[in-house]
Protein backbone atom coordinates (compact mmCIF):
# COMPACT_ATOMS: atom_id res chain seq x y z
CA UNK A 1 0.00 0.00 0.00
CA UNK A 2 1.79 3.48 -1.23
CA UNK A 3 2.03 5.95 2.00
CA UNK A 4 -1.11 7.85 2.59
CA UNK A 5 -0.60 11.43 2.93
CA UNK A 6 -4.37 12.20 3.37
CA UNK A 7 -7.65 10.71 4.83
CA UNK A 8 -11.12 10.77 3.78
CA UNK A 9 -11.99 13.41 6.37
CA UNK A 10 -9.76 16.70 7.06
CA UNK A 11 -10.87 18.86 9.75
CA UNK A 12 -9.83 21.81 11.94
CA UNK A 13 -10.44 22.16 15.69
CA UNK A 14 -9.43 25.17 17.42
CA UNK A 15 -8.64 24.73 21.43
CA UNK A 16 -9.23 28.35 23.24
CA UNK A 17 -5.31 29.65 23.57
CA UNK A 18 -3.80 26.56 22.16
CA UNK A 19 -2.42 25.68 19.00
CA UNK A 20 -5.37 23.85 16.48
CA UNK A 21 -5.72 20.43 15.66
CA UNK A 22 -6.01 18.54 12.71
CA UNK A 23 -8.35 15.48 12.40
CA UNK A 24 -7.14 13.07 9.97
CA UNK A 25 -9.17 9.96 10.80
CA UNK A 26 -11.91 9.76 13.95
CA UNK A 27 -14.06 6.59 14.41
CA UNK A 28 -16.38 6.83 17.25
CA UNK A 29 -18.21 3.13 16.49
CA UNK A 30 -21.40 5.09 16.68
CA UNK A 31 -23.61 2.63 14.79
CA UNK A 32 -24.16 -0.74 15.90
CA UNK A 33 -22.94 -3.51 14.10
CA UNK A 34 -22.65 -7.24 14.72
CA UNK A 35 -19.48 -10.08 14.29
CA UNK A 36 -17.67 -9.34 12.04
CA UNK A 37 -18.33 -5.76 11.57
CA UNK A 38 -17.33 -4.08 8.05
CA UNK A 39 -14.23 -3.60 6.23
CA UNK A 40 -12.31 -1.14 5.48
CA UNK A 41 -14.75 1.29 7.60
CA UNK A 42 -16.36 5.01 6.30
CA UNK A 43 -13.62 6.86 8.16
CA UNK A 44 -11.19 4.33 6.11
CA UNK A 45 -10.16 2.64 9.59
CA UNK A 46 -9.51 -1.56 7.82
CA UNK A 47 -10.40 -4.36 10.25
CA UNK A 48 -8.51 -7.78 9.72
CA UNK A 49 -10.54 -10.82 11.62
CA UNK A 50 -12.02 -14.32 11.30
CA UNK A 51 -14.88 -16.11 12.37
CA UNK A 52 -13.55 -16.66 16.17
CA UNK A 53 -11.82 -13.57 16.40
CA UNK A 54 -13.84 -10.61 15.52
CA UNK A 55 -15.18 -7.12 16.45
CA UNK A 56 -18.74 -6.31 17.13
CA UNK A 57 -19.86 -2.76 17.81
CA UNK A 58 -22.40 -1.65 20.66
CA UNK A 59 -22.27 1.48 22.89
CA UNK A 60 -20.10 3.36 20.78
CA UNK A 61 -17.15 0.73 21.22
CA UNK A 62 -15.70 -2.08 18.85
CA UNK A 63 -15.35 -5.04 21.62
CA UNK A 64 -13.93 -8.33 20.58
CA UNK A 65 -15.78 -11.38 20.56
CA UNK A 66 -12.97 -14.60 20.65
CA UNK A 67 -12.74 -17.86 21.38
CA UNK A 68 -8.75 -17.68 22.24
CA UNK A 69 -6.18 -15.08 22.92
CA UNK A 70 -4.69 -14.04 19.99
CA UNK A 71 -1.25 -11.51 19.51
CA UNK A 72 -2.07 -11.54 15.37
CA UNK A 73 -6.04 -11.15 14.78
CA UNK A 74 -8.42 -9.56 15.20
CA UNK A 75 -7.19 -6.27 14.77
CA UNK A 76 -7.86 -2.11 13.82
CA UNK A 77 -5.09 -0.55 11.67
CA UNK A 78 -5.12 2.81 9.47
CA UNK A 79 -3.07 2.81 5.96
CA UNK A 80 0.62 3.28 6.25
CA UNK A 81 1.34 7.20 7.28
CA UNK A 82 4.14 9.84 6.45
CA UNK A 83 5.92 9.66 9.88
CA UNK A 84 6.02 14.10 11.17
CA UNK A 85 6.76 15.20 14.43
CA UNK A 86 2.93 16.20 16.41
CA UNK A 87 1.21 12.81 13.96
CA UNK A 88 -1.04 11.82 17.06
CA UNK A 89 -2.80 8.51 17.53
CA UNK A 90 -5.12 8.62 20.44
CA UNK A 91 -8.05 6.31 21.76
CA UNK A 92 -9.79 4.74 24.61
CA UNK A 93 -9.26 1.39 25.77
CA UNK A 94 -10.37 -1.23 28.08
CA UNK A 95 -7.07 -2.22 30.01
CA UNK A 96 -8.77 -4.49 32.39
CA UNK A 97 -7.22 -8.24 31.47
CA UNK A 98 -5.31 -9.41 28.64
CA UNK A 99 -2.45 -7.60 26.89
CA UNK A 100 -4.37 -5.08 24.86
CA UNK A 101 -1.46 -2.84 22.34
CA UNK A 102 -1.77 0.82 20.75
CA UNK A 103 1.03 1.66 18.66
CA UNK A 104 2.74 2.73 15.62
CA UNK A 105 3.41 -0.01 13.88
CA UNK A 106 6.21 -0.81 11.28
CA UNK A 107 4.44 -2.93 9.10
CA UNK A 108 0.52 -3.72 7.96
CA UNK A 109 0.39 -6.79 10.23
CA UNK A 110 0.75 -7.27 13.73
CA UNK A 111 4.60 -8.84 14.51
CA UNK A 112 2.96 -11.08 17.26
CA UNK A 113 3.92 -10.94 20.74
CA UNK A 114 7.31 -9.55 20.12
CA UNK A 115 9.31 -6.51 18.31
CA UNK A 116 5.88 -4.03 18.31
CA UNK A 117 7.28 -0.43 17.62
CA UNK A 118 6.38 3.00 19.00
CA UNK A 119 3.68 1.54 21.31
CA UNK A 120 2.11 0.69 24.83
CA UNK A 121 1.14 -2.65 26.37
CA UNK A 122 -1.34 -2.97 29.24
CA UNK A 123 -0.96 -5.75 31.93
CA UNK A 124 -4.03 -5.07 34.32
CA UNK A 125 -2.38 -3.18 36.61
CA UNK A 126 0.84 -2.60 34.86
CA UNK A 127 2.33 -0.99 31.65
CA UNK A 128 4.86 -1.69 29.27
CA UNK A 129 6.73 0.56 26.15
CA UNK A 130 7.02 -1.25 23.22
CA UNK A 131 10.01 -0.35 21.42
CA UNK A 132 12.43 -2.21 19.10
CA UNK A 133 13.84 -5.55 20.41
CA UNK A 134 12.62 -4.12 24.60
CA UNK A 135 9.52 -3.64 26.08
CA UNK A 136 10.42 -2.44 29.74
CA UNK A 137 8.14 -2.15 32.40
CA UNK A 138 7.03 1.82 32.94
CA UNK A 139 3.94 2.03 35.26
CA UNK A 140 2.50 -0.50 37.99
CA UNK A 141 -0.01 -0.68 40.63
CA UNK A 142 -2.72 0.86 37.76
CA UNK A 143 -6.32 0.71 39.63
CA UNK A 144 -8.42 2.14 36.69
CA UNK A 145 -9.68 -0.47 34.11
CA UNK A 146 -10.43 1.93 31.41
CA UNK A 147 -7.05 4.51 29.95
CA UNK A 148 -7.09 7.36 27.66
CA UNK A 149 -3.71 6.74 25.38
CA UNK A 150 -2.01 9.26 23.23
CA UNK A 151 1.40 8.23 21.02
CA UNK A 152 2.45 11.42 19.69
CA UNK A 153 5.15 10.83 16.63
CA UNK A 154 8.70 12.62 16.91
CA UNK A 155 11.35 12.24 14.22
CA UNK A 156 12.23 9.16 15.68
CA UNK A 157 9.76 7.29 17.80
CA UNK A 158 7.56 8.36 19.91
CA UNK A 159 5.71 10.00 23.16
CA UNK A 160 3.27 8.08 25.20
CA UNK A 161 0.77 9.83 27.28
CA UNK A 162 -1.83 8.78 29.19
CA UNK A 163 -5.46 9.76 31.34
CA UNK A 164 -7.52 8.34 33.23
CA UNK A 165 -10.22 8.92 36.55
CA UNK A 166 -7.45 7.94 39.40
CA UNK A 167 -3.90 6.72 37.98
CA UNK A 168 -3.42 9.64 36.07
CA UNK A 169 -5.99 12.42 36.62
CA UNK A 170 -4.18 14.72 33.93
CA UNK A 171 -2.64 13.99 31.22
CA UNK A 172 1.11 12.49 31.99
CA UNK A 173 3.91 11.76 29.81
CA UNK A 174 5.14 8.30 30.71
CA UNK A 175 7.81 7.34 28.27
CA UNK A 176 9.25 8.90 24.69
CA UNK A 177 10.86 6.01 22.61
CA UNK A 178 13.47 7.41 19.68
CA UNK A 179 14.35 3.53 18.59
CA UNK A 180 12.39 3.60 15.09
CA UNK A 181 11.88 6.21 12.54
CA UNK A 182 10.06 4.45 9.82
CA UNK A 183 6.68 5.29 8.29
CA UNK A 184 4.23 3.16 10.53
CA UNK A 185 0.61 2.34 10.58
CA UNK A 186 -1.47 3.26 13.52
CA UNK A 187 -2.83 -0.12 14.97
CA UNK A 188 -4.90 -1.49 17.71
CA UNK A 189 -4.30 -5.33 18.97
CA UNK A 190 -6.80 -6.18 21.57
CA UNK A 191 -5.54 -10.11 22.38
CA UNK A 192 -8.06 -11.25 24.25
CA UNK A 193 -11.84 -11.61 24.57
CA UNK A 194 -14.45 -8.91 25.65
CA UNK A 195 -11.75 -5.97 25.02
CA UNK A 196 -12.99 -2.68 23.74
CA UNK A 197 -11.68 0.38 22.17
CA UNK A 198 -13.31 3.63 21.48
CA UNK A 199 -12.82 7.26 19.53
CA UNK A 200 -9.55 5.67 17.53
CA UNK A 201 -8.22 8.66 16.27
CA UNK A 202 -5.29 10.24 14.20
CA UNK A 203 -4.99 14.06 14.41
CA UNK A 204 -1.74 16.36 13.27
CA UNK A 205 -0.75 18.13 16.60
CA UNK A 206 0.74 21.85 15.61
CA UNK A 207 4.06 22.48 17.28
CA UNK A 208 4.46 19.73 19.49
CA UNK A 209 7.26 20.54 21.46
CA UNK A 210 7.09 19.03 25.26
CA UNK A 211 10.61 19.08 26.28
CA UNK A 212 11.67 21.63 29.01
CA UNK A 213 15.70 20.52 27.67
CA UNK A 214 16.60 19.78 24.45
CA UNK A 215 20.28 20.28 24.09
CA UNK A 216 21.95 18.04 21.27
CA UNK A 217 25.58 18.59 22.23
CA UNK A 218 25.64 18.85 25.71
CA UNK A 219 28.99 20.24 27.77
CA UNK A 220 29.86 17.74 30.64
CA UNK A 221 28.61 19.19 33.85
CA UNK A 222 26.75 22.25 32.51
CA UNK A 223 23.37 22.51 34.58
CA UNK A 224 20.06 23.31 33.11
CA UNK A 225 17.10 24.13 34.36
CA UNK A 226 14.25 21.44 33.49
CA UNK A 227 11.54 19.42 35.48
CA UNK A 228 11.03 18.24 39.02
CA UNK A 229 8.99 14.97 37.76
CA UNK A 230 9.55 13.59 34.21
CA UNK A 231 12.05 11.65 31.89
CA UNK A 232 15.86 13.18 32.27
CA UNK A 233 18.12 11.13 29.37
CA UNK A 234 21.11 11.44 27.48
CA UNK A 235 23.02 9.64 25.28
CA UNK A 236 26.44 9.25 24.79
CA UNK A 237 29.67 7.23 23.30
CA UNK A 238 31.68 5.23 25.26
CA UNK A 239 35.42 5.51 25.10
CA UNK A 240 37.29 3.06 23.00
CA UNK A 241 39.86 2.77 25.51
CA UNK A 242 38.08 2.50 29.02
CA UNK A 243 39.70 3.06 32.28
CA UNK A 244 38.66 2.27 35.44
CA UNK A 245 36.44 5.00 37.22
CA UNK A 246 35.77 6.36 34.34
CA UNK A 247 31.82 7.95 34.55
CA UNK A 248 29.53 9.17 32.22
CA UNK A 249 25.42 10.13 33.12
CA UNK A 250 22.95 12.49 34.16
CA UNK A 251 23.07 14.27 36.89
CA UNK A 252 19.48 15.51 38.09
CA UNK A 253 18.10 17.23 40.99
CA UNK A 254 20.20 19.32 41.34
CA UNK A 255 20.33 22.43 43.93
CA UNK A 256 24.13 23.32 43.32
CA UNK A 257 26.74 21.88 42.37
CA UNK A 258 27.35 20.32 45.92
CA UNK A 259 23.76 18.71 45.87
CA UNK A 260 22.70 16.84 43.13
CA UNK A 261 21.42 13.03 42.44
CA UNK A 262 24.00 11.01 39.66
CA UNK A 263 22.75 8.10 37.64
CA UNK A 264 25.43 7.27 35.95
CA UNK A 265 27.75 4.11 34.21
CA UNK A 266 30.91 3.73 35.94
CA UNK A 267 34.13 1.45 34.66
CA UNK A 268 34.80 -0.90 37.72
CA UNK A 269 38.06 -1.63 39.02
CA UNK A 270 39.35 -4.42 36.67
CA UNK A 271 38.65 -2.15 33.91
CA UNK A 272 36.33 -5.14 32.49
CA UNK A 273 32.83 -4.21 32.27
CA UNK A 274 30.54 -1.10 33.00
CA UNK A 275 28.24 -1.10 35.93
CA UNK A 276 24.97 1.18 36.91
CA UNK A 277 24.88 3.09 39.61
CA UNK A 278 22.66 6.00 41.34
CA UNK A 279 24.48 7.90 44.63
CA UNK A 280 22.99 11.13 46.08
CA UNK A 281 25.71 13.88 46.74
CA UNK A 282 24.91 15.91 49.37
CA UNK A 283 27.13 18.69 51.19
CA UNK A 284 29.67 17.84 48.35
CA UNK A 285 29.70 14.20 50.00
CA UNK A 286 29.04 11.24 48.05
CA UNK A 287 26.59 8.28 49.74
CA UNK A 288 27.30 5.11 48.81
CA UNK A 289 26.23 4.28 45.58
CA UNK A 290 23.16 1.92 44.94
CA UNK A 291 24.52 -0.61 42.58
CA UNK A 292 21.42 -1.16 39.91
CA UNK A 293 23.09 -3.68 37.88
CA UNK A 294 26.34 -5.28 37.31
CA UNK A 295 28.42 -6.11 33.90
CA UNK A 296 26.04 -4.73 31.75
CA UNK A 297 26.19 -4.84 28.15
CA UNK A 298 29.30 -2.84 26.63
CA UNK A 299 27.18 -1.96 24.00
CA UNK A 300 25.51 0.38 26.14
CA UNK A 301 24.53 4.26 24.82
CA UNK A 302 21.64 5.83 26.93
CA UNK A 303 20.93 6.45 30.34
CA UNK A 304 16.93 7.59 31.23
CA UNK A 305 16.16 8.74 35.06
CA UNK A 306 11.64 9.03 35.35
CA UNK A 307 11.46 10.54 38.70
CA UNK A 308 7.78 11.04 40.08
CA UNK A 309 7.81 12.67 43.73
CA UNK A 310 10.60 10.32 45.79
CA UNK A 311 9.94 7.03 43.00
CA UNK A 312 13.61 7.05 40.89
CA UNK A 313 13.16 4.78 37.74
CA UNK A 314 16.83 4.31 36.01
CA UNK A 315 17.00 2.62 32.55
CA UNK A 316 20.11 1.88 30.24
CA UNK A 317 20.12 1.28 26.76
CA UNK A 318 22.07 -0.66 24.62
CA UNK A 319 23.01 -1.17 20.90
CA UNK A 320 20.76 1.43 19.95
CA UNK A 321 17.49 -0.29 20.62
CA UNK A 322 17.33 -2.30 23.86
CA UNK A 323 15.99 -0.55 26.97
CA UNK A 324 16.91 -2.21 29.97
CA UNK A 325 15.01 -1.34 33.43
CA UNK A 326 16.35 -1.81 37.40
CA UNK A 327 14.51 -1.62 40.12
CA UNK A 328 12.72 1.23 40.87
CA UNK A 329 14.32 3.35 44.03
CA UNK A 330 12.65 5.44 46.52
CA UNK A 331 15.14 8.59 46.63
CA UNK A 332 13.94 10.90 49.09
CA UNK A 333 16.54 13.46 48.97
CA UNK A 334 16.63 16.46 46.56
CA UNK A 335 12.89 15.89 45.62
CA UNK A 336 11.61 19.33 45.21
CA UNK A 337 14.95 20.26 43.01
CA UNK A 338 14.67 20.34 39.19
CA UNK A 339 17.87 21.38 37.66
CA UNK A 340 19.98 18.26 35.13
CA UNK A 341 22.89 17.88 33.75
CA UNK A 342 25.48 15.53 31.55
CA UNK A 343 28.18 14.51 32.61
CA UNK A 344 31.00 12.27 31.28
CA UNK A 345 35.16 12.37 32.10
CA UNK A 346 34.96 9.99 28.93
CA UNK A 347 33.61 9.16 25.89
CA UNK A 348 31.17 11.96 24.16
CA UNK A 349 27.77 13.41 25.17
CA UNK A 350 24.40 14.02 23.19
CA UNK A 351 20.60 14.50 23.22
CA UNK A 352 20.49 15.78 26.80
CA UNK A 353 16.62 15.93 27.24
CA UNK A 354 13.86 16.50 29.68
CA UNK A 355 10.56 15.79 29.42
CA UNK A 356 7.92 16.92 32.52
CA UNK A 357 5.54 14.12 33.47
CA UNK A 358 2.74 17.00 33.61
CA UNK A 359 2.59 20.28 31.58
CA UNK A 360 0.11 22.75 30.81
CA UNK A 361 1.85 21.82 27.01
CA UNK A 362 -0.07 18.96 27.03
CA UNK A 363 -3.65 21.34 27.43
CA UNK A 364 -3.37 20.77 23.50
CA UNK A 365 -4.38 16.84 24.34
CA UNK A 366 -8.24 17.85 25.26
CA UNK A 367 -9.99 17.28 22.67
CA UNK A 368 -8.80 14.00 22.92
CA UNK A 369 -10.16 13.76 26.43
CA UNK A 370 -12.53 11.06 25.87
CA UNK A 371 -13.90 10.15 29.18
CA UNK A 372 -15.67 12.99 29.70
CA UNK A 373 -17.99 12.52 26.94
Known sequence: ???????????????????????????EFSANESAPIMSPRASSLLIDQTPTREFSISDQRATTVMTANDFTIPYLR????????GLTLGARMHIAGGFPTLGWHNTAVPP?????ENGIIFLSTSIRARNTNSDPTIETGLTDTE???????????????????????????????????????????????????????IAEVISWSPESVNITTPTSDTMHFATTNGEHAIRFN??????????????FRIQDVNNYCFAYIERNSGNTTWDLNVNVIEGGIAGTPTALSTNINPAVDAIKVRTNGE???VLYR????TWVPSTVQNISELS???????????????????????????AVLEEFDLLKA
Open 238 to 251: VPVAPISGQRIGVK
Open 112 to 116: GSTNV
Open 147 to 201: MQVILVQLETGCDILLKSATDFPTWTHVWRGQEFSSNPYAMYIPHSNGRWIDNFS
Open 318 to 321: HSGT
Open 1 to 27: MPIQTQFPTTFMMQISNQTPIVWLLRD
Open 311 to 313: SVH
Open 78 to 85: SGQVTRMR
Open 336 to 362: NERSIAAYADAGALFDLQSIPRTSLHY
